[in-house]
């Protein structure tokens, strides 16, 4: 388990034993780490920084990692890196609203593909189980969109709906993929019924937050929502 967010850095629990594994400390110029993700195949790590830059790391063995790629993504803060699901690219969210698309190389290190300006404005991301969705959070006005993902090709939206009040702070997928789950600054989670074309349908809302929902996830089964 990786958590983050803490002034010494990066550390990396074992869920078996008791205390850290690996501590990745903030000094050598890697600088404060924001968000964390594990590879799907977990044998890679990325992380987000206050300074702006993508971090890649190869995951030896549990808590021994190897560095192998330092980019610089933007002159502020990542806020979110998530992989996606098939393995070959990620995404970052930038403090200010903007995102960028990487393809995931050979050596460890990544390309970008494509990049979003902060005029986007959105807060969060996430990808469909099949990888040829992205879902996004508007970062003020509550928003939701929806793009389509080809190999090799630029990211197409093809809907746009209204969803919370304020930012739309968290959102997942299904494992099917005919749910999209959101969470916003107004402490509701609402899910949301994917169709062929045009804006998502509002299937139910779940009160029960007294302040924002930060994090949103289903079980592997589908049948649970956890946030």
């Given at each position: 388990?990786?958590?983050?967010?803490?002034?010494?850095?990066?550390?990396?629990?074992?869920?078996?034993?008791?205390?850290?594994?690996?501590?990745?400390?903030a000094?050598?110029?890697i600088?404060?780490?924001?968000c964390?993700?594990?590879?799907?195949?977990?044998?890679?790590?990325?992380?987000?920084?206050?300074?702006?830059?993508l971090?890649?790391?190869?995951v030896?063995?549990?808590?021994?990692?190897?560095?192998?790629?330092?980019?610089?993504?933007?002159?502020?803060?990542?806020?979110?890196?998530?992989?996606?699901?098939?393995?070959?690219a990620?995404?970052t969210?930038?403090f200010?609203?903007?995102?960028?698309?990487?393809?995931?190389e050979?050596?460890?290190?990544?390309?970008?593909?494509?990049?979003?300006?902060?005029?986007?404005?959105?807060?969060?991301?996430?990808?469909?189980?099949?990888?040829?969705?992205?879902?996004?959070?508007g970062?003020?006005?509550?928003?939701?969109?929806?793009?389509?993902?080809?190999?090799?090709?630029e990211?197409?939206?093809?809907?746009?709906?209204?969803?919370?009040?304020?930012?739309?702070?968290?959102?997942?997928?299904?494992?099917?993929?005919?749910?999209?789950?959101?969470g916003?600054?107004?402490?509701?989670?609402?899910?949301?019924?994917l169709?062929?074309?045009?804006?998502?349908r509002?299937?139910?809302?779940?009160?029960?937050h007294?302040?924002?929902?930060?994090?949103?996830?289903?079980?592997?089964?589908g049948?649970?929502?956890?946030?």
């Amino acid at each position: 388990l990786a958590v983050t967010g803490r002034p010494k850095g990066i550390e990396l629990w074992s869920v078996e034993e008791e205390g850290p594994l690996h501590l990745l400390t903030a000094d050598a110029g890697i600088g404060h780490m924001r968000c964390v993700a594990y590879h799907p195949d977990g044998q890679q790590l990325a992380c987000g920084s206050s300074e702006g830059k993508l971090h890649l790391y190869a995951v030896l063995e549990p808590g021994l990692l190897r560095e192998t790629a330092a980019i610089a993504v933007t002159i502020i803060a990542i806020e979110s890196v998530v992989y996606r699901p098939d393995g070959q690219a990620l995404a970052t969210v930038e403090f200010g609203g903007g995102f960028s698309l990487w393809a995931l190389e050979a050596g460890g290190t990544a390309r970008l593909m494509q990049s979003f300006g902060n005029s986007t404005n959105i807060k969060s991301l996430a990808y469909s189980p099949d990888s040829r969705l992205l879902a996004g959070g508007g970062q003020y006005e509550g928003f939701l969109v929806l793009w389509t993902l080809q190999r090799d090709k630029e990211a197409i939206e093809v809907a746009r709906w209204p969803g919370h009040a304020g930012a739309v702070t968290a959102l997942a997928f299904s494992p099917d993929g005919t749910e999209l789950a959101s969470g916003g600054e107004d402490g509701v989670v609402r899910i949301w019924g994917l169709q062929q074309a045009g804006p998502a349908r509002a299937i139910t809302q779940l009160p029960g937050h007294a302040g924002a929902v930060r994090s949103i996830g289903y079980s592997p089964d589908g049948k649970q929502l956890v946030s």
